[in-house]
């Protein structure tokens, strides 16, 4: 069987709990035909259990579903009446409870269901695929395999493949790039070891820091503080990372660690704390509890103190000599300088560090295959800025390597076991060189530019000495480059801040079509370094310019923008736009202008200009005029534009590509790609595509507006909104000018414009606003907030 050419039409997942749900959830956002099992229910209600659980999903926050209707797509069933189902599936994942025992009968209830070619796995978290294998007969044994998502599994972008010894490595193959192409996700090879690799390190992370935080005595917020963003680690830190993922799951993986790993020299360290168990004996487990290490009375926030055995206030404060050091550029100098300090927290951090590093070389052979494995899953599992290999590699490999013997041989570190030979083999004193990361059983270099799945991501997410190819420079300024990639099709990114655009960014625009025009098969725009699409103006600089009153400055930039969005739309060769990330206010009207878009699935797209006061000018509100009027004939023709006023007047921002679909800022012709390491090579298809396709420039049409009888219509909305205290009286206000630009303006309804007719109503507007001081006011609010003002 030729797995590489199956295709996943129809998947099942084992299991209704939260995780199982959520997986489900993430096939269907994919367009997979997803199956949710569990136990039947009561005779009537058979489904009732996978049900209840699809209710629960549509109110979890952040949304695990594209759109709710996405839910609808998940077919419910239970094992008593339902298994059939199985033999049209081509993947099966189960994700009950971390029960052998309940794994064990499961597997043998539903193996004479699954098809001849059916691939079945785990999402066990830490159990033995082996054991689990041992389950299934031998024939089925090349089809499983351990496939760990993380939680979220939207959001969390770490799977773990974890075979058993028979697994057919074709059918590895074909996992690894159906998850990294059809759910865009980040997939590493672990070996079947307890916990893989991102719960082993990460996990042996948190204990580690419990264990130096009691040592050092220092307090829990204090330890957030040190652990968090100063470190390249999420905000959350430690220990409102433990409450998040929930203390008893967190000691349920110690526990793992503990039952499975007796010989570790480490194994001193996987023990649940008594502060921690005492909580969770309290029902005091986290987030889900809304108590845990944290907790939140009204407005103040306190944390559990060691000493009282009791919560109190936040507000301890790590030393500012230690926040100093943290503050280095130099890696190699903060190293030095926190294990010289005499501060308790300079030498918490050392501690730390010095045992996650030992601990990490002494695994990686075990646990991995070579080191950037381990760094990967760290970094898409927990949200590290840097994994453990590339934090020593900087901070000076041989250097650092001295001082931790030193301390085994002091007896200082945590396990006397000595620091693993081949870290003083490393060739140049680098595991990560521009030929790949190191693999210490083979001594070679492992590069990923040889790897398939990595075909389509022109420019994956670098990892330490990585070297990628810049292309070759077509023109450039303190604010944009533009460039190919030794090709016909050029490529334009920002450099500003956010990809924010002012003058010299729309110059870029305008120079880049003129240049595509004449070399290129098309252009497009792409943020080369940045995750984020366009953020629209510079906020700070806009409110400079309404504090100085250079209106007319102002006045001169929006109608450049107007005409740099027009220059886009009616270029003579495609111009797309590679979104992904945030595309708000004018990098949304950028895009809409763009011949096609081609989005990351987790784009965020709005027109929400009016949250700052303001509506959009740079041909936004004309876009989404002329795109009602295209709509086919309906037995309303005001139901589209009032959809589209309502987004705009909110300022809703669309919380994913599909929905983007479902607002109308994306059309059905634009392409969603699921991993956004992939928006380039599916940009450039595109451009191709068109190209070959013989692009044309669209032709210049009138476009029919509703006029005065669809103002009125909008204005009985904003009354009744109004009344009902939905809206502030400037929101009422903000509103009525962006439906008056929709509508066209005080003429008859039916009437035909053209575009420069509503350019020229979106500008008048806009200009009217920016010069309101509720406007400046919400300016500056969400500047200072980074939320919205409803004054």
Known sequence: MDYNNIPMRRIA???????????????????????????????????????NSLKSLAKLQPSPVAVLQTLEQIKPANYQDDLALLKECDLVIEAIAERLDWKRDLYQ????????????SSNTSGLSIAALADYLPPAKRKQFMGMHFFNPPRYMSLVELIPCGDTDKTVLTQMES???????????????TPNFIANRIGVFSILSIMHYADKYNIGFDVVDELTGTILGRPKSATFRTADVVGLDTLAHTVTTMQQG???DPWHALYVTPDWMQELIDKGALGQKTHLGVYKKEGKDLYVF????????????QASSQVLDILQKLDMATRFKELRASSKPEAQFLWSYFRDLFHYCSHQVTEIAEHVRDIDMA?????????????????????????MIKEDIHAGTSFANTPLAAWVFDVPGQQVYTAQGAFDPKTKQYISRREQEVYRKQYYPQPFLAESDDEGETIFESDSVRCWHMRDDIAILSFKTKMCSIGLEVLEGIVKAVDYAQKHSRGLVIWQRHSNQFSVGANLKEFTQTIKEKKFDVLENTLYQFQQACMTVRYATVPVVAAVRGYAFGGGCELMLHCSRTVAAFESYVGLVEAGVGLLPAGGGCKEMVRRASEMPFTLDGFAPLEAYFKQIAMAMAAKSATEAQQFGYLRATDTIVMNAQEVLYAAKQTVRYLSEMGYRAPLKKLIRVQGQAGMARLQSILVNMRAGGFISEYDAFIAAKIGDVLCGGDIEQDSLVDEDWLLGLELQAFMELAQKPQTLERIEYMLKTGKPLRN
């Open 13 to 51: 997942v084992l299991g209704a709990g939260v995780m199982g749900a959520q997986i489900a959830a993430h096939f269907v956002n994919a367009g997979i035909e997803a199956i949710l099992f569990d136990l039947p229910g009561d005779a009537q209600h058979k489904n009732s259990l996978v049900e």
């Open 305 to 316: 103190d060691l000493k009282e055995s009791n919560y109190r206030r936040i507000g301890h």
């Open 109 to 120: 209830k539903i193996t004479p269901f699954l098809g001849e070619n059916t691939i079945i």
């Open 178 to 192: 159906f998850l990294t192409h059809a759910l865009g996700k980040q997939v590493v090879y672990a070996k079947d």
């Open 261 to 263: 790993l007796l010989q």
């Open 378 to 402: 760290l970094r898409a599992g927990f949200g590290w800025a840097q994994g453990p290999f590339e934090t020593w590699q900087q901070a000076g490999w041989l250097d650092v390597a001295m």
